[in-house]
């Protein structure tokens, strides 16, 4: 239950290609995230998730990225590479509908490091063989408009999304998102969201949140897992110049609390304008 938790925040508020593929390019410039999440569990094999992104427009419709996760919970590692592309149709000044498709691998590998003597003797484990290297693929639209944002994707198809397996444990199988910027004065927006999470193997997830951002800067947020009732609140601050940073805190009341100790997330990133013209334009 611990790692199907495991997901980051970072996919609401600081890079949203990371949850759809449709988003690839949406802020022109070239785009960086580098991510960490852990429990808070004081045992060796906590769950913890580490990743890199970029995604960049290459053309004024056209855009194209690239994710790579590695994410670790007991004895089992998963590494997932994705490449995205997204296109990007302008209905109105105000009114984007995009789409976009990804494809990479997905590998699960038993962590030998994570093992003991006694674990390595266990009749379970000797009979464990890694999951061969699959091939996924996956596709989103995102509606943007006046303040409202709809999006969904199918992120992470592979044979194994068909099985009712502990693999594709903390994989959606569909996520649905919806948030609407409420303006408060020029510098000052409130933006409530929703998210739902379909999953195999385990209980679909819903999340409701919102995020405070004042002086164009600085930003407040937090969101609710009705599912496992954890709640988690973090901060995200922007500079002017190129990078921004997200900080943030999780814990829970339910059942899950047992297994599952409270997790901190950092998200760094980074924005380049590498289509700027040498006499700045």
Known sequence: MAQSYNSLLAQFYQDKYLLNPAYAGA?????????????????????????????MSFMPKMGAGVILMYDASGYLGRFRTSLGYSYRLQLTTNRILAFGVNVGTFVQKLQLSNLDDA???????????????EIEGGFGAVY????????????SLKKSSFQNTGSILNRPFLTTNIAYALTIDEDNTVTPLANFMIYRGYQNQLNFGAEY??????????????ANKALSGGMHY????????????????????????????????????VLRKPNGK
């Open 27 to 55: 802020k022109k410039d070239l785009n960086t995230w580098i991510g960490y999440r852990t429990s808070q569990i004081n045992y060796d094999g906590r769950p913890s998730l580490v990743g890199v992104a970029a995604d």
């Open 119 to 133: 674990s390595r003797s266990d009749p379970a484990l000797q009979g464990y063989r890694d999951e061969p290297l």
């Open 144 to 155: 943007e408009g006046d303040g409202l944002e709809i999006g969904f994707a199918i992120p």
């Open 213 to 226: 951002c004042f002086a164009k800067t600085i930003s407040f947020f937090s969101v609710y897992n009705v």
């Open 238 to 273: 922007f500079s002017e110049s190129f990078w921004n940073l997200m900080l943030s805190y999780s814990t829970n009341f339910g059942v899950i609390s047992q297994y599952f100790g409270g997790a901190i997330e950092v998200g760094v990133g980074f924005k380049i304008n």
